[in-house]
């Protein structure tokens, strides 16, 4: 398989994904801030700080409206991690493997793309941003949906669903930590409903909120921050992400289990060791912000040793914004 076809797969899915995300993500503030009565630069500065994208939206926007943000996230072309610039990238990455894909799938990333493009130049999108979210995650699901039925499950497939894995991975670990950031210091709010309904927006900007009170119940902190990170059985968990990610690149390489072929892998391996063999008290014990920023290292590094090992002979690696974990 040609590397640049791989190259190009992977970072198309993590696109993709990402887009997702941020919709996910604003959508669920749009309703928790009609319930708080913080003020609206506290409500909406976290969503810039889960990009990773703080000092550049500061310099352009000043203050974290709800307007301001959404335009930022969602239609900003100098913003790389837009939903915009993301599903335009996402796109170009399809184009340049049009031929490996099917035409479903390049359709729907297409269209995509127009949707955006198109509503980024009306009006009155922020009034009722509700629709634009919804399509949003309800196109990329049905992305990912036509890639599980319509292409061959062979190499250029795992690359994606690596990529798929991995930002996820990433996403949800930046989504658990500025979040309990911002959690942590609300004592003042423990016991009230006012706390709970916090948590629960946590869970559900990772489309968590169902199956976690399926597992657990009522909600607890350590729970959720478990459900989260530990979790085996549920897609978006940080562990599941890696253990797919790992039997992506066991079945791309050929490996067998207990054994490594490159860097990539071993990287990959003892990170998921590591999360596979931690206890949420053991966790917190480190303090959660230390744990998750290690992580959030550990995973950009593991696309360095990607990029090296199967990506490499493409061309030059363009620079990157790594605070975001993602390519530029």
Partial sequence: MLSRVAHSIYWMSRYIERAENVARSMEVNNYLSLDLVDSEEDQWQPLVDISGSGGAFRA???????????????????????????????????????????????EQINRMYLFVSQLSRQTGVFDD??????????????????????????????????????ERADQTTRLLDVKHFLLLPSTDRVGLAINDILWAALLRSASAFEMYRRKYGEIHPERIIAFLLLEQTFP????????????????????????????????????????????????????????????????????DDLYHTYFAPVQAKPAEDRSAGGQA
């Fill in 236 to 303: 978006r968990a940080a562990l599941y992400c890696l253990n797919r990610a790992e039997s992506c690149l066991r079945s791309i390489t050929g490996t067998a289990e207990g054994y490594f072929r490159d860097g990539a892998m071993q990287r990959l391996g003892k990170l998921r060791s590591r999360l596979a063999y931690s206890s949420v008290q053991e966790i917190m014990q480190e303090g959660l912000h230390t744990y998750l920023d290690g992580m959030q290292s550990q995973l950009n590094q593991l696309d």
């Fill in 60 to 106: 352009t926007y000043q203050t974290a409206t709800k307007d301001n943000v959404i335009q930022y996230l969602a239609f900003d072309r100098s913003n790389p991690n837009s939903i915009l610039s993301c599903l335009q990238m996402g796109r170009e990455n399809a184009r340049a493997v049009r031929s490996v894909l099917p035409s479903e799938m390049w």
């Fill in 129 to 166: 941003p509700h629709e634009f979210f919804t399509r949003l995650k309800l196109g990329s699901q049905l992305f990912v949906g036509i890639s599980e039925v319509a292409m061959t499950h062979d190499e250029a497939w795992q690359f994606g669903r690596l990529g798929q894995a991995l």
